[in-house]
Nanobody, 115 residues
Framework: QVRIVESGGGLVQPGGSLNLSCVVSGSRFSISRMGWYRQAPGKQRDVVARITSGGETYNIDSVKGRFTISRDNAKNTVYLQMNSLKPEDTAVYYC?????????WGQGTQVTVSS
């Protein structure tokens, strides 16, 4: 059974930084794509950044230059380094991984950017 554990969320002031981590365990197959999504109150869940097993990355325009996604394949872990955080980044951030053709979600971690 695939288990996903996210950590690193919290409350931060505008301009601050957070580093989210997502550890995956229990997968019988190799993990292909890993990514971070976010969902603000009253809005749909949308992609923030994704990374392939080969290290190719995709970021939405609003986080380019501020957020960096990376992964450690040996540890089955994906990270999201978030710098220069803005109030509009406030959301629940979810980790998503694809393994054996199936997508799996974490439970989410709250990120709040407020003074």
């Amino acid at each position: 059974q695939v288990r996903i554990v996210e950590s690193g969320g919290g409350l931060v002031q505008p301009g601050g930084s957070l580093n989210l981590s997502c550890v995956v365990s229990g997968s019988r197959f190799s993990i292909s794509r890993m990514g971070w999504y976010r969902q603000a109150p009253g809005k749909q869940r949308d992609v923030v950044a994704r990374i392939t097993s080969g290290g190719e990355t995709y970021n939405i325009d609003s986080v380019k230059g501020r957020f960096t996604i990376s992964r450690d394949n040996a540890k089955n872990t994906v990270y999201l380094q978030m710098n220069s955080l803005k109030p509009e980044d406030t959301a629940v951030y979810y980790c998503n991984v694809v393994s054996g053709g199936t997508g799996y979600w974490g439970q989410g971690t709250q990120v709040t950017v407020s003074s």
